[in-house]
């Protein structure tokens, strides 16, 4: 029995239906043992007639004889749920003994429902306890190791080069208890190479390498990733075979990004939100709402999108305000689907009652500082910022982290140190606005000489460009580009830009950075927001953006200087300077993934007491580096993450981190098997096993065999059924010889 | 009382009477052969066929011993010579009916073997041709002569014609005695100097090659041949279902089969055989029936009566 158990659900079925595969045999011989005996007159051409017919009458025999022992073998098979299942194919092909790695994929896409196993990740652990029970059935002494994507490359494992014997399932079973799939995207093709690495090489043993995974397209639609890491093995002579358990994705809608000024975000100061939600299934959605909760709390908001078209993605847009307050999680989500991590976004924010801004005044001689806190805070508390004005030489000093932006009006000089600062301040996401005046474009070496060049979109040149105007000409000395958030200013605001008067702007040369050079000064795609037209066609930039590491800077390339321009005379310049100080406080920390983890940095001088929090309150025991210079711990589900640390000497640090599912986990269409057959090549012996062996039973393609046996045995019917009447009916064409010849009157 | 407890019906036979399930049922072959021979001559009243027999056909010198009303005298007046007047009816027909008891014949699977319709065919005839006053003789054989019953006319001479007929049966294994027709044929023609008919009752199973030695040998000597092939609605229609192990009857052999299989094949070889006969009865102007056991019994009395109205050849 134990024979048939890998093959059939039911064996003992099987197994009584090949037993009964003998009957049509016996029947036969008992056919030919009974029989009635007729003494016969014309013998001689009854003779003839089996001479000449006995090779063809014995084929037919056999035919059908044949057919009718297939049909019993075929209606035991239906009946005993054969299992043309490529793993048990695959598992007693091997030569023995074996080590078998499996490799559980435990991406967040696995988490997807299932109406099988609860989840995808359920039908994985399915596969791999049938095939080790299956495994466990064989003589030889073969050995399996089952071990997660996540956990791979740490060199964690379920079981570790185990015999199948029932302690060992025992531990499989208590680690599948709690087992689930995580919120992360591990690196499974790391987690390929450290399973395969685990089949030692040499030791006399097979070595079978399989990867139990829901099979999407953005891991296994391409030659690189995973793919390349199991042709490796391959390549290093493991046997090596993908296990497909995902199911073609059902609805999936996702919420892919947030969008709102959390960076500027201050008490009661009204913030526009941007929810996006991409429709991942190939129907369209209708009026999908998305919610939000503070923390625990669902705030009386909600935004709504109409329709959203298969594989489109619209944003519903919420108008709030929050009130001043710690670091806290806001949390958008839809309507739960077949896809649960990805219909929630959370995004962190803190409400300061006000935003400080920095004014470094390099014209004190002007009353452009002055000018520019009364534009950022025209009446206190309404716009939620708190304008700070200091010298270029007191900028050294001040803790930039403190500030949400960092205006620069027509500073030259300042101290290499405090220009380092304000370039780690901007990696860290901070915000620069150079205001460029008189002591900088009067400066012939002004682009070496600043020693924040290199954090300025637009770097001057050192000369003054006069614009005069001809008497008459009623064209507006600045045109906003229809660019972002800036694109009102070209639009319904023109108008209002039209009376400034530009008389002088700051030559300079725009950046225009490449994605290499991007990586060495960290300034990156610098545009030209507004300009100022010239009549011959051509225009001087004169407001110029661009992202600098995390944060963004923004040159303007003329001052608060009534001999160069008057804006900051007309009302404009309000709502101007607050759109750029929005743009430049940017989102606050962007979101992590999980996966990221949280570092809080520590200095070596102090012994400091590190304490962690996890989205669910749980206090967790961070991980300190070996010089104990930070400490850090992982971030494994989606939510807000809290380090602390205190020493004695009174120093807190707070660092903070939340976490979404990544969203490519959110794709979760399926890689077409012959499409990835074709990108493994026809040489290939790497094997696709699609579904699970709990579903029915599968053919070598997971196609279901039940229809194809079924109709086997019906055919073979019509043969039998055929050849019977074929045998039994030979010659019956009519009465025989002499029929009516004679004047028959019966 | 017939020994069967049978009444004899008076009045002529009606059709369904000559069936050979009733036919069977009557004991006797003599009783048999008249009731087939009345039934037959009663639906002849009809018939072209009656009288014609009556009609002058020749004449012949006087021989003393011929009835002295024959003597044409209208030719002695012009002639002064004796003729008789001979008509159909006094031809003094010369009939030699062969009959086979072979062990082929004891076959039937209906109410009559084919030994038992051939030998109440036999009887018919010598029935109808004594009433008719020719003169008949019998032969019957089977690997050999058995019986011969020499040519006379006469009622009388019909029960001794009957007698080697209602000889008994074979064993009922059937086995034993093949047929040696062909040799049975030349045999007659080389004894029968005089020509006459010669019917033969057979199912002809035997060697085709000899068999139509016999049957040349017959014509070459003058004689008119009748042949009877009687053969069984099984032989015929081999409509044997189920697995099968057929027994030859003359020791030649057995097979075990599922007689459908077979079927087509087997037909195919017994038409090859009835044909080879066919062919050859007509290129030697032999008569030849193929009779099945289960028709009506009149059908070789009639078949006999149309031939022999035929021209002579």
Redesign the interface.
């Known amino acids: 029995m134990s024979l048939l158990e890998p093959f059939f659900a039911n064996p003992l079925l099987a197994a009584a239906g090949a037993a009964c595969a003998a009957a049509p045999v016996l029947i036969h011989l008992l056919n030919r043992l009974r029989f009635r005996r007729v003494k016969f007159a014309a013998m001689a051409f009854l003779l003839e007639s089996d001479e000449r017919n006995r090779r063809r009458l014995l084929l037919e025999q056999i035919l059908l004889l044949a057919a009718r022992v297939l049909l019993v073998l075929l209606i035991a098979a239906l009946l005993g749920r054969l299992l043309v299942d490529p793993a048990t194919l695959a598992i007693v092909g091997q030569e023995s003994p074996t080590h078998h790695v499996y490799l559980i994929d435990d991406s967040a896409s696995m988490r997807a429902s299932s109406d099988d196993a609860g989840t995808v990740f359920g039908l994985a652990e399915a596969v791999v306890r049938r095939d080790l029970e299956l495994i466990g059935k064989r003589a030889a002494a073969d050995t399996v190791t089952v071990l997660t994507a996540s956990a791979a490359t740490d060199g964690d494992a379920i079981l570790s080069d185990r015999r199948v014997e029932p302690a060992a399932m025992a531990e499989l079973e208590s680690a599948f208890a709690t087992l689930e799939a995580g919120y992360g995207s591990p690196p499974l093709p790391a987690a390929v190479a450290a399973a395969a690495a685990r089949l030692t090489q040499g030791d006399g043993r097979g070595r079978r390498l399989v990867v139990v995974t829901d099979f999407r397209a953005v891991d296994w639609g391409d030659r690189g990733g995973p793919l390349s890491a199991v042709t490796e093995a391959e390549a290093e002579g493991v046997s090596a075979e993908i296990v497909a358990v995902g199911s073609a994705p059902g609805p999936n809608l996702a919420v892919t990004a947030v969008r709102g000024d959390f960076g500027s975000l201050a008490a009661d100061v009204p913030v526009r939100i941007a929810v996006a939600v991409t429709n991942r299934s190939a129907v369209a959605a209708d009026d999908v709402t998305v919610s939000v909760f503070k923390d625990a709390d669902r705030l009386p908001v909600m935004g709504t999108v109409e329709r959203i078209g298969p594989g489109e993605t619209a944003e519903a847009f919420l108008d709030m305000a929050f009130p001043a307050g710690d670091a806290s999680t806001l949390r958008f989500e839809i309507e739960a689907d077949e896809f649960r991590p990805d219909d929630t976004f959370r995004v962190g924010i803190s409400v300061p009652e006000t935003r400080s801004v920095l004014i470094v005044d390099g014209s004190p001689e002007t009353d452009a500082a002055v000018l520019l806190g009364d534009a950022l805070a025209p009446v206190p508390g309404i716009a939620g910022l708190t304008p700070d004005v200091i010298t270029p030489t007191a900028l050294g000093e001040i803790d930039l982290s403190a500030y949400a932006v960092v205006y620069l009006h027509d500073v030259a000089e300042m101290t290499p140190d405090a220009a380092e600062r304000l370039a780690e301040y901007v990696g860290k996401g901070g915000g620069v606005a150079a205001i460029v005046g008189p002591s900088v474009s009067g400066r012939a070496d002004a682009g070496r000489a600043i020693e924040y060049a290199d954090l300025m979109a637009a770097v001057p040149d050192g000369r003054k460009v006069e614009r005069p105007k001809r008497p008459g000409d009623e064209s507006p000395d600045v045109v906003f580009a229809g660019v972002g958030r800036f694109a009102p200013f070209a639009g319904r605001l023109a108008e209002y830009l039209r009376p400034i008067r530009v008389m002088a702007v700051a030559g300079s040369s725009v950046r225009s950075i490449d994605e290499g050079d991007r990586e060495d000064d960290g300034v990156a795609d610098a545009a030209v927001v507004a300009s100022c037209p010239r009549p011959d066609g051509s225009s001087d930039p004169l407001l110029v953006i661009a992202d600098a590491g995390d944060g963004r800077v923004a040159t303007l390339l003329t001052p608060l200087d009534d001999r160069w321009a008057d804006w900051s005379k007309h009302f404009i310049f309000v709502p101007l300077i607050h759109e750029l100080t929005r743009h430049l406080a940017g989102a606050g920390r962007p979101p992590g993934v999980v996966g990221d983890g949280l570092t809080v940095e520590l200095s070596g001088a102090d012994d400091f007491e590190v304490t962690a929090e996890a989205p669910d309150g749980t206090v967790v025991v961070p991980d300190r580096s070996a010089d104990g210079l930070s400490a850090s711990i992982p971030t494994e589900t989606p939510g807000r993450y809290v380090l602390k640390a205190s020493s004695d000497a009174g120093i807190d640090r707070v660092v903070d981190l939340v976490v979404n599912t990544p969203r490519r986990e959110g794709q979760t269409e399926l890689a077409a098997v012959d499409g990835v057959r074709d990108l493994l090549g026809e040489d290939s012996s790497v094997s696709i096993r699609v579904g699970s062996r709990d579903e029915a039973m599968l053919g070598p393609d997971g196609g279901d065999v039940t229809t194809l046996l079924a109709t086997l045995a019906v055919a073979l019917s019509v043969v039998e059924l055929w050849t019977a009447a074929k045998l039994s009916r030979h010659g019956d064409r009519g009465p025989g010889l002499v029929g009516r010849r004679f004047g028959r009157r019966r | 009382m017939s020994p069967g407890g049978r009444t004899i019906p008076a009045a002529a036979p009606r059709?369904e009477d000559l069936?050979p399930e009733r036919i069977a049922r009557l004991a006797r072959l003599e009783v048999r052969a008249k009731h087939i021979v009345e039934g037959v001559l009663s639906g002849l009243h009809r018939s072209p066929y009656f009288g014609q027999s009556i009609e002058f056909r020749q004449h012949r010198e006087y021989v003393p011993g011929d009835e002295a009303r024959n003597i044409d005298w209208k030719v002695w007046s012009k002639t002064d010579k004796y003729y008789v007047k001979l008509f159909d009816e006094d031809t003094n027909l010369r009939t030699t009916i062969v009959v086979d008891r072979s062990?082929?014949?004891?076959?039937g699977s209906g109410a009559m073997t084919?030994a038992d319709y051939a030998r109440t065919v036999a009887a018919s005839l010598a029935y109808l041709l004594i009433k008719q006053h020719d003169i008949v003789g019998l032969v019957t054989c089977d690997s050999e002569i058995r019986d011969r019953v020499p040519h006379r006319s006469g009622q009388r001479h019909l029960l001794s014609l009957i007698g080697p007929l209602e000889a008994p049966e074979l064993d009922d294994?059937?086995?034993g005695a093949t047929t040696a027709l062909g040799d049975t044929l030349a045999t007659v023609a080389e004894e029968q100097t005089r020509a006459g008919i010669v019917v033969v009752v057979s199912?002809l199973?035997t060697d085709t090659e000899t068999l139509f030695r016999g049957l040349r040998f017959l014509r070459s000597r003058g004689h008119d041949v009748v042949v009877f092939q009687v053969?069984?609605d099984s032989?015929?229609?081999?409509?044997?279902?189920?697995?099968?192990?057929?027994?030859?009857?003359?020791a030649?052999?057995?097979?075990?089969?599922?007689p459908?299989?077979?079927?087509?094949?087997?037909?195919?070889?017994?038409?090859r055989?009835?044909e080879s006969v066919r062919r050859f009865c007509g290129a030697n102007a032999i008569d030849l029936?193929?009779?099945?056991t289960?028709?009506?019994l009149d059908?070789a009395i009639?078949?006999f009566m149309k031939l022999r109205s035929g021209p002579r050849r």
């Open positions: 059709l069936l062990a082929s014949m004891a076959y084919k294994d059937g086995l199912d199973f053969l069984d032989e015929l229609d081999f409509d044997f279902v189920g697995t099968t192990r057929f027994e030859g009857l003359e030649d052999g057995e097979l075990t089969c599922d459908p299989a077979l079927r087509a094949s087997y037909l195919a070889a017994l038409e055989f009835m029936q193929t009779i099945r289960s028709e009506h059908a009639l078949a």
